[in-house]
């Protein structure tokens, strides 16, 4: 298997990269350092909890290595079966958020049933739900392509899949990933061509549908009142944030140094999942934490230029898909570094490639993978398109040489 797909890559190796150096820099970079970030953060947790200190390093090291080969195998699947799988994909996301639901079947953590239990293994069905449903949009957008750039029935069709899964997720629930969601449907269709006009009027239907879900909870309104003000309850509703925004004061510009937090130790809840960010800024401080920022604003903005170039070939799918994905590693690290900074209510969303979460790593990686896979495919067609013109151009030159001489 590695020796085709290193034949595969063998023409491109003359003239450009066989992947993006930049891309694959920033997210393997941002994986190393939530594995270190991780086993900083969960040491004590893991020790006090499971009776050794490597619990969650070890896990986390599975997960990365699992990845590492899902993205292998995903890097090899053409672009083309993923556009045929679109509205498969959306079914399985339905019935996975549906399995959730089900007494039994779905595993209820701190009051949310996001996962699904697969022995040692809990499959979070959201994360595999936002991924299935930017690939079958991404279908959708080339096949109905005319009509969303036209017609308002060209945008309205994709809302009853998007209505139905963000029902199923608020019913979990989970309105971080339901938020996540909106907002890269509605980016897609809008990078589609949908008129400004339109996206105007859909963004303000689902502004108010998300302020709706935010004050129909009595506990969402709590997570609204404590962000603005943590400190009017330190001990209560504002806990996290306040133990968060301590972990940054602390932090200063260099950090206390890797190891050395104390919010870890049992102060600030979720310390290698949700708020490991805080941790990162505390151990290695503001410039720890810029650069962390820096690593995400690369990967968004490779992406987002790889989609591009899909775009200018004229191959949609691509296109489509990754900007996808640009949108849902954007959407995800800006809410998660907003809620640990305290400039968002608390969500439990993870920091893509650096929390704690086998679901999302993995959901990354095949991301990261198929995003690969486009500036591949993208490359060999250039080339392909190029080697008639290089092969006219020297027959041209040689021509030329054989009439001087002659002459």
């Given at each position: 298997m590695i020796k085709k797909y290193w034949q595969a890559l063998q023409p491109l190796q003359q003239g450009a990269l066989p992947f993006?150096?930049?891309?694959?820099?920033a997210a393997v970079s941002l994986v190393l350092t939530g594995f270190v970030m991780i086993t900083s953060a969960s040491m004590d947790v893991a020790a006090e909890r499971f009776g050794g200190a490597f619990f969650f390093s070890i896990r986390h090291g599975i997960f990365m290595i699992m990845g590492l080969v899902l993205a292998l195998v995903v890097s090899r699947i053409p672009l083309a079966f993923w556009h045929r799988m679109g509205p498969i994909l959306l079914l399985v996301a339905l019935l996975l958020l549906l399995l959730v639901l089900i007494p039994g079947v779905g595993r209820e953590v701190n009051g949310s049933r996001r996962w699904i239990g697969l022995g040692p293994i809990n499959l979070q069905a959201s994360e595999i739900a936002k991924f299935f449903m930017v690939l079958y949009l991404s279908g959708y957008l080339?096949?109905?392509?005319?009509?969303?750039?036209?017609?308002?029935?060209?945008v309205a069709k994709p809302a009853l899949p998007l209505g139905i899964l963000v029902f199923l997720l608020i019913m979990e629930p989970d309105y971080g990933a339901a938020v996540v969601l909106m907002g890269t449907v509605m980016g897609m269709i809008f990078l589609g061509g949908m008129r400004f006009g339109q996206f105007l009027i859909v963004t303000c239907g689902a502004g108010s549908l998300i302020a709706v879900l935010a004050i129909a909870q009595p506990y969402r309104m709590e997570r609204l009142k404590s962000f603005q003000d943590p400190w009017s309850d330190p001990f209560g509703a504002g806990y996290q944030l306040s133990q968060a925004q301590i972990a940054f004061g602390r932090g200063d510009w260099f950090g206390t140094g890797l190891g050395s937090s104390v919010q870890k130790l049992f102060y600030l809840p979720e310390a290698h999942t949700d708020f490991?960010?805080?941790?990162?800024?505390?151990?290695?401080?503001?410039?720890?934490?810029?650069?962390?920022?820096?690593?995400?604003?690369?990967?968004?903005?490779?992406?987002?230029?790889?989609?591009?170039?899909?775009?200018?070939?004229?191959?949609?799918?691509?296109?489509?898909?990754?900007?996808?994905?640009?949108?849902?590693?954007a959407g995800q690290a800006l809410i998660n570094i907003g809620v640990n900074v305290g400039a968002l209510p608390t969500k439990g969303l993870t920091?893509?490639?650096?929390?704690?979460?086998?679901?999302?790593?993995?959901?990354?990686?095949?991301?990261?993978?198929?995003?690969?896979?486009?500036?591949?495919?993208?490359?060999?067609?250039?080339?392909?398109?190029e080697a008639p013109r290089s092969r006219r151009r020297r027959r041209a030159g040689t021509g030329a040489q054989v009439t001087e001489s002659v002459a």
């Open positions: 993006d150096p930049w891309l694959l820099l080339v096949r109905r392509l005319t009509e969303v750039r036209s017609s308002w029935t060209g490991v960010f805080s941790v990162l800024a505390e151990e290695f401080g503001l410039i720890g934490a810029l650069l962390v920022i820096c690593l995400y604003v690369v990967l968004v903005t490779r992406v987002f230029l790889i989609g591009r170039q899909a775009e200018k070939q004229k191959e949609f799918f691509m296109a489509y898909a990754a900007y996808g994905f640009g949108f849902i590693f920091l893509p490639l650096l929390s704690y979460g086998g679901s999302s790593l993995l959901v990354c990686c095949a991301m990261i993978a198929i995003v690969l896979r486009i500036d591949f495919e993208l490359k060999t067609k250039r080339l392909a398109a």
